[in-house]
Structures are given as C-alpha cells and as structure tokens.
C-alpha cells in the first residue's frame, strides 16, 4: 500500500511537473509569441514589458521579436536596409533591439565638446517618427554621397537655459552596410579618433564627430532648419548617428520650407 500510494504520489508530482513545464514551452514558443504580438500591431512598450520578464524571454525579444518590431512598423526602410541578404537571413550592424530602439526612442541631449549644454535632456519615447533616406543624403558629405542613410525629422524639446526663440533638436538616423561605406572608410582613412565621452544611446558602442572630422555638410542646417548651422551628430562603429541642434522657431510663411513628406506612425519615409 505504502508502495502503491508513494508511486501515485509521485506520479501526480511528476504529473504537475510536467504540466507546468508545458505551459512553460508554451509561453516560450516564438510562433505563440509572433501571433501574440501581431494582435497586438507589434507595440514597442509591450515587448519592452515582456523582455523584462526573465533572461529566457529577453534572449527571444531580442532574437526574433525586435526584428519582427521593426519589419512590421518600417518594412520599406527595412526592406532597403538589408537588401542583398538572403530571405529570412537579414541582419543589422549593433542587433535589432538597438535598431528597434533607434526607431523609438530620441536620445534628448547631452553635453559634448562641440555642443555644450547647460542642462541635458533625458531620452524619451518617440511614438511618432519619419526617418527619410532624403534627408539622410543632406547628412552626407559628396565624397560619401554613395551612402545610404536614413535620418530622422528632429524631435523638438523646449529647454531651460536656451535662447529666446530656440529649441533643441535631437535627431537619430541608420546606414546601410556601414562597414563598406565611404563614411567609414574616410573615418579610419583619416585617423579620426573615437570620443573619449560620448557613447550610442542605441548600441553603446564608441563613436566618431562628424563635427571633429569636418564631415558635416551644409545641406544638413538646412534640412534640420537649424539656426545659423548650430548643430552636432555622431555615427558609432555600427553605424547609427545621433545628434543635435538648435532649432529657430518658423514664422506662418516657413512652415513649408522643408517639404510636405508627411509623418507616420512608427513608419518610414521612402521619399
């Protein structure tokens, strides 16, 4: 008897167990997890949620879901990005949860060398942004004007310390294939040396001046409408930039003087 009830006990133990692994799998299995998130229409917040849940479900947003982000909410941008790589095999320099962060979140401002700032500005949430490869081409000097760059509209912040009648601009772009660009090869051609204090909000990893290595073109002041060209961006070793700029409050008339592309949701720009 003692033998028999010791055996169901532990069979119901084993049972449970078993059950409870079950689920677990479920949880766990990335096709689940893909369906979940597309009722959902990929929101960025909620797989933010999700990745803060365990190590195991961090390792799968970070595989899979953040690609999936990106290729729902920017597939013309995407589709441009990765072109060449084999169907199902894309890959982006720095990983897509540092892309899908570029493609949500404004990095604010930080004080540099070329840009000082009294008082810097935390990042934030962007839920609406246009990232054009149009704009992208103003940020290029001609001898790398063979680049493909997305860059984004700026993200407008008023700030204590500033001067009458401006605003601080914080923008964010990507390239393509950053390791065979011109950009690139003139960086390391050059010997432009990495900023000592400046990091990627996006990968972390180092990153070059374009101010320090006269790479900033004057077609960039304008597409931002930075006032009288006051600005600063950076593209670390992976290929994304940030950057930012004092913006001069348009009048009625200037409202139009960059063009009517138009904003979408978490979308991009193909121009």
Not at 158 to 186: M, N, W
Request: aromatic letters at 8%; hydrophobic letters at 35%.
């Amino acid at each position: 008897m003692e033998s028999g009830g010791s055996s169901s006990t532990g069979g119901n133990g084993r049972g449970r167990g078993g059950l409870e692994e079950e689920v677990n799998k479920g949880i766990m299995d990335e096709r689940v997890l893909i369906l979940v998130f597309r009722r959902l229409n990929w929101d960025p917040q909620m797989v933010c949620v999700v990745a803060r849940v365990s190590r195991r479900l961090r390792a799968v947003v970070n595989r899979i879901l953040w690609r999936e982000v990106c290729i729902s909410r920017a597939p013309r941008m995407l589709a441009a990005l990765t072109t060449g790589a084999p169907a199902g095999q894309a890959r982006v320099n720095g990983g897509w949860n540092s892309l899908a962060k570029l493609l949500f979140y404004c990095s604010g401002g930080v004080d540099s060398r070329h840009f000082p700032l009294t008082h810097p500005l935390q990042g934030h949430f962007a839920g609406v942004s246009r990232f054009s490869k149009t704009s992208g081409s103003s940020f290029l000097s001609r001898r790398c004007s063979s680049d493909l760059l997305y860059v984004s509209d700026p993200c407008e912040h008023t700030i204590e310390g500033a001067a009458a009648g401006e605003d601080l601009g914080a923008y964010r772009g990507v390239f393509r294939g950053f390791i065979r660009s011109k950009t690139r090869a003139y960086l390391i051609g050059r010997h432009v040396e990495l900023e000592q204090r400046v990091r990627c909000p996006y990968c972390g990893a180092r990153v070059w001046s374009m101010t320090a290595a006269r790479l900033v073109p004057r077609t960039a002041a304008r597409r931002l409408g930075a006032h009288l060209g006051r600005l600063e961006y950076f593209v670390c070793v992976n290929g994304h930039l940030h950057g930012n700029c004092w913006l001069a409050h348009l009048s009625d008339g200037d409202d139009d003087a960059y063009g009517d592309d138009g904003y979408v949701e978490g979308d991009d720009d193909d121009d």
